[in-house]
């Protein structure tokens, strides 16, 4: 990509990336794992 292309945001969104053109949204919540649980111990 040259130096002068352009990023539109509409290639952003087909492309499913973030940057300075679409920057992601503050206050989304990204999916986070799952809590710790207790690990079952193979000694059981």
């Given at each position: 990509?040259?130096k002068g292309?352009r990023?539109?945001?509409?290639?952003?969104?087909?492309?499913?990336s973030?940057?300075k053109?679409r920057?992601r949204?503050k206050?989304e919540?990204?999916?986070?794992?799952p809590?710790?649980?207790?690990k079952?111990?193979?000694?059981?």
């Amino acid at each position: 990509m040259g130096k002068g292309d352009r990023k539109p945001r509409k290639g952003k969104i087909f492309r499913h990336s973030f940057g300075k053109a679409r920057p992601r949204k503050k206050g989304e919540t990204q999916v986070a794992p799952p809590a710790k649980a207790e690990k079952k111990s193979k000694e059981e």
